[in-house]
């Protein structure tokens, strides 16, 4: 007896060749494809461009509809497979859940923004070192009585109001005059505006804080002089008071030169307010640096009126004008 023999197969080989395949369409016309091999029998006249359009979908519409308390009888039609789930449920109650819960959702975002804005304020305004007694100083609270008040009153604003083009440009000003004249006012006026209404970083520092800042830093290990320096240049707008009280000393003016020629480099606004003349200050800093205050379209202001802290302290419709108490200071 013979025994017949066992055949067995061997699995074909999957062959890992690129090739090209090519072919005409009626609707794509001629077109091209690379292929395997071992797949070249399946895809061989195959438009790769009829294969990419989508298989339409036949997608069962079905009505759906009920009683409302509120709006009364309703009906919608809805995707079959969507029936179950907005079956009882009336579509304008669902629209105007929806267009509260978006209402609350914007305010929410909107009182976030406003908190967020109020801390980056007071932050701002606690960086600035403004201070206490001007925080508040506004263009409105600014007592402009003569026409030179007035228009130093309107450049004050219009710089303040359009700070992120005087960024631009580079503008800078000098607010110069005697004591008691509003400068003060009108600087930290300015500071205040920006901080609030742009978000832009404001510092106030008198000249004798900025020298002991930078004395301070001598046999300082943790702060150099350039870091003290460099605190300075930063501030989107950099406050200067005090500048050439009793025409100050040689250090005194090399610190400010410096401060105001980094400033004047980087573009940075700088306001400068002096007790001194225009020509008194061109003396102690230079008329070089002085110049540079006029770029940009800033300026010297000068506040060439009388002092306003005399007629607060002063009423005339008492004798020899004297002091008469404000009204917290009155007597029960």
């Known amino acids: 007896m013979t025994s017949s023999p066992i055949s067995s197969s061997k699995p074909e080989e999957l062959d890992l060749t690129m090739i090209k395949l090519t072919g005409r369409c009626e609707t794509h016309g001629n077109w091209e494809r690379d292929c395997l091999k071992s797949l070249s029998s399946r895809m061989s006249g195959k438009c790769p461009e009829c294969e990419k359009v989508a298989k339409p979908v036949s997608i069962q519409m079905q009505t759906v509809s009920g009683e409302c308390e509120k709006h009364g009888e309703w009906s919608k039609v809805v995707p079959s497979m969507l029936a179950k789930k907005v079956e009882g449920k009336c579509p304008t109650c669902y629209q105007e859940a929806e267009e509260k819960r978006v209402q609350d959702e914007a305010a929410r975002m909107q ?44 450049k004050a604003k219009a710089f303040a109001e359009r700070f992120p083009k005087a960024v631009e440009q580079g503008a800078s000003f000098v607010f110069c005059g005697q004591p008691g004249t509003g400068k003060t006012h009108l600087a930290c006026a300015i500071g205040n505006h920006v901080m609030k209404t742009f978000g832009n970083a404001v510092r106030f520092l008198t000249v004798f804080e900025v020298v002991q800042r930078v004395k301070s830093t001598y046999g300082n290990s943790e ?27 040689e250090f005194e003016k090399v610190i400010i030169t410096d401060i105001i020629n980094r400033r004047y480099s980087d ?30 379209g800033g300026g010297v202001i000068a506040f060439d009126w009388g002092s306003y802290r005399a007629k607060v302290a002063k009423d005339a419709s008492l004798p020899g004008g004297q002091y008469r108490p404000v009204a917290w200071m009155d007597a029960d």
């Open 223 to 249: 702060k150099t002089e350039a870091d003290v320096m460099r605190s300075f240049a930063e501030p989107d707008l950099l406050i200067l008071d005090e500048v050439g009280v009793q025409f100050g000393t």
């Open 267 to 296: 573009m940075r606004p700088t306001i400068i307010l002096s007790n001194l003349t225009a020509e008194e200050l061109a003396v102690f800093l230079g008329a070089r640096v002085i110049d540079r205050m006029h770029e940009g």
């Open 111 to 154: 009182r976030s923004a406003s908190e967020k804005k109020s801390r980056n304020i007071s932050k701002l305004l606690d960086d600035s070192e403004i201070p206490r007694r001007f925080r508040e100083r506004t263009f409105l609270n600014y007592n402009a009585e003569s026409d030179a008040q007035k228009r130093a009153l309107t």
